[in-house]
């Protein structure tokens, strides 16, 4: 959730920085990046989630789109959640079982400057308990009344879907009055906004690593600029993607000479360089083939995206600053409170803990007693969130990230990412070696449970083994 105050920032500098009437959505999946909740992880999530809605409203939300992931601490718990935001939460297919009437608002009308906007919200398909009574409608019972109801009254339709990106697809080629779909969910990696028939569907990544910004010139034609023009548009944003990544790579360094020690790296300039190429030769291709009579025909609309990345520097938002160490200190004091009831771990765990290596791996243990990951708890402690269960299962050993609570009461010895997170549990191993071999080399699917974004966006699994090595 720290990142949230760089994004508050940004969102405040693009709005500064371009002057013109800004519109915040979202399309949603933004309170709980867990699948399912646990009884002990429940209240620090339903805490978290608070917090998350008190910093959208300081950036200045507009509206956001009920997710099927939004809804994973339960109906209630997110209806309750609501209550508390300025922006509004959208569902039109997010119905009472009883009578088919929305549980949040269906849509709304938005003004800036002389255009009436119009927001619709879909939400994804979920499992919903019986007992809360609700049920996700498909899109096509309630989407097409609803757009036809306001495109008469609207100068700009926009879908905010948690839909699959199959069933977005078919909307766009079904219902040409609606401009714009922003999908949540669709994949890990931004892709350009694309056009599908008379509809641009737009997305961004997940976590908040990137936030799409899209520049909207809109006329009263309600029509995007015909197709190839439209390509030549997109082609140029990748363009000035690719070309930003590759600033990155060249900021006071030659890359040919500064990555010939990171083979993985140099490759991945090497593909950007390839890119770039290519962009430019199709842009040239496609400029050619429209002409200045095409480019400039009629009264079309047209917008222009670029997706800006959350860089560490960025400076911070001091009010949502405020909310993060506020939450800080409401979960340190859960943490208190669950670790005087936790139960210390089972005399017969699998796990020893590092006291229980070294007698057989001197060397081993001397070299990781170097490393970060033997320091990964002291990090939790300088920061005081030794007691946060979100946290810890990443900074100790042999707790599951959905049993952080566990952490609460462990021994020293598996304070600290300790030798049996890498190779697997080691008490059987103590009893009989050859029946139980450890495991050697950690996969990277073992590494990126706790390497990955937002804590650790740019992990390389080649290089970070180099580093832990012993």
Partial sequence: MGGLSKKGFQFNEIARQSGAPRLTLDAGALLFKRSTLTV???????????????????????????????LIAGLPTLRDLTKQAKFAWLSANLVNQADNKPLFTAKIT??????????IGLTGPAVLPVAEGAVILPWNQVLPGLVKTMAKGHDLLILLSNLPPADNQRIAEAYPDLALIVQSG????????????????????????????MEISWQPSKQWAEPKVAALEKKKVDLEQVRRELSRYQQDKDPETALQAQPQQLQAYHAFLGQEQNLRTEIDQLSQTIGP???????????????????KDLPDQ???????????????????????AASPPPANSPYLGYLGCAPCHPSQMTSWQQSRHA??????????????????PCHV????????????SLPADRRGVGCEVCHGPGRAHQGNPKAN????????????????APHDPDFLYEEALKKVGH
């Fill in 375 to 392: 320091k990964a708890y002291a990090t939790l402690e300088r920061e005081k969130q030794q007691l946060n269960p979100a946290c810890l």
């Fill in 186 to 213: 669709a994949s890990d990696n931004r892709i350009s906004p694309e056009p599908i028939a008379h509809t641009v569907i737009a997305n961004t990544a997940p976590q908040g690593k990137y936030i799409g910004v």
């Fill in 293 to 311: 009579k095409t480019a400039l025909r009629g009264e079309a609309s047209t917008y222009r995206n670029r997706f800006v990345a959350m860089e």
């Fill in 437 to 452: 071999p450890m495991i050697g080399k950690p996969t990277v699917d073992r590494c990126r449970g706790c390497h990955q």
């Fill in 40 to 70: 002990n992880q429940e209240e620090q999530e339903k805490r978290t989630a608070a917090a998350l809605v008190a910093a959208y409203n300081q950036i200045g939300y507009d509206a956001v789109c009920v997710a099927s992931q939004d």
């Fill in 110 to 119: 938005l003004k800036r400057g002389n255009i009436k906007v119009g927001v």
């Fill in 318 to 340: 001091p009010e949502i600053v405020a909310l993060v160490a506020e939450l800080g200190e409401d979960l340190k004091a859960l943490g208190q409170h669950q670790a005087q």
């Fill in 397 to 408: 050993t042999g707790v599951a990230s959905a049993q952080g609570n566990e952490a609460l």
